[in-house]
């Protein structure tokens, strides 16, 4: 037996323990199952018993298990006690959230959050782009965004966490007279030939337009020129009739005036969202944001990569590093 036992193990033992059911831990604890799965496993070898008696249907505590429990218990309230103990004044201020835009995962996320957690203030922002909300987070200017996490500066990344949320289809916006407008879903091969709009030019969204340039190289898609940034359904309708140029989008985009919003297909594109927040940040607030986010990843199968779908494999690797 270990002369050392890591809290997280226990963390682990103790959520399965309660709820009798590893999809439902994993969730409570923001991690994938088989990570759950391992750590209870690695806690069974390092104690010498096993601790649980698993089948198909149910899982039970066995009497190692039950003997374990109180002790587990003990243990894990004196740390939550000792780091209490030392949590600064930020733990009970408002919290600042970037939603990127009304109506997207993060609004979703932001809602849920605030009915698990009433008394705790969590106040939205609308940064527009993961690059330019990251240098508000280190700055202390902002709490928690949400976006591509692989698609920042790994100087950068290395001063955040992040949490994944969900694998988002991505989409294209058109006008509604575009040849492809009338198709229920566009392939990627027929926009061959177009250039497509996804953010050139803004610098706050550079994760976006690398997201996009990856997903067109060798489909002889373009990267359309800068446009002026639109802000708000009306400009968005101007430049749109303006330009006429199609706009790379998620399925979620909410609905815009004489455009119209087709899904990706032959591959899926996949856009990989990420809740992210400042290393070290302890506040009530992030705990709601990761409780509701796993909550509706795991009720909506949100980090379940379909097999026809499409990710740059950087951001698969970085994604399921998390766990």
Not at 200 to 212: M, S, Y
């Amino acid at each position: 037996m270990s002369d050392h036992l890591e809290p997280r193990l226990l963390r682990a033992f103790l959520a399965v323990a309660e709820d009798l059911h590893f999809t439902r831990a994993a969730a409570r604890l923001y991690v994938a199952q088989q990570a759950l799965s391992r750590d209870v496993r690695r806690l069974e070898r390092e104690l010498g018993a096993e601790l649980f008696v698993r089948s198909t249907r149910q899982v039970a505590l066995t009497p190692e298990g039950e003997r374990l429990l109180p002790y587990a218990r003990r243990a894990l309230q004196a740390q939550d006690e000792l780091l209490a103990a030392f949590r600064g004044p930020d733990a009970e201020r408002p919290l600042l959230v970037d939603v990127n835009t009304p109506g997207l995962v993060s609004g979703r996320v932001l809602a849920l959050a605030r009915e698990l957690a009433p008394d705790c203030e969590l106040m939205s922002r609308f940064e527009s782009g993961l690059t330019g909300a990251a240098g508000e987070l280190l700055a202390g200017r902002l709490d928690a965004s949400f976006g591509r996490f692989a698609g920042l500066d790994p100087v950068l990344r290395a001063r955040l966490d992040h949490q994944p949320v969900r694998y988002e289809p991505m989409a294209v916006i058109l006008p509604e007279d575009h040849r492809l407008a009338p198709l229920d879903a566009v392939p990627l091969a027929a926009l061959a030939g177009e250039q497509v709009y996804a953010g050139a030019g803004n610098p706050r969204t550079l994760e976006w337009t690398d997201l996009a340039r990856q997903l067109f190289e060798g489909r002889g898609i373009e990267v359309a020129a800068p446009a002026p940034l639109a802000v708000g359904a009306d400009e968005f309708q101007r430049i749109m009739a303006k330009t006429r140029t199609p706009v790379l989008a998620v399925c979620d985009f909410p609905a815009m005036p004489t455009s119209v919003l087709r899904p990706l297909v032959d591959p899926v594109p996949l856009s990989p969202v990420s809740l992210v927040w400042r290393k070290g940040l302890v506040h009530r607030g992030i705990t709601a944001l990761r409780t509701a986010a796993a909550r509706l990843a795991d009720a909506e199968g949100w980090l379940k990569r379909p097999a026809e779908g499409w990710i740059p494999a950087t951001d698969a690797l970085i994604m399921m590093s998390r766990f």
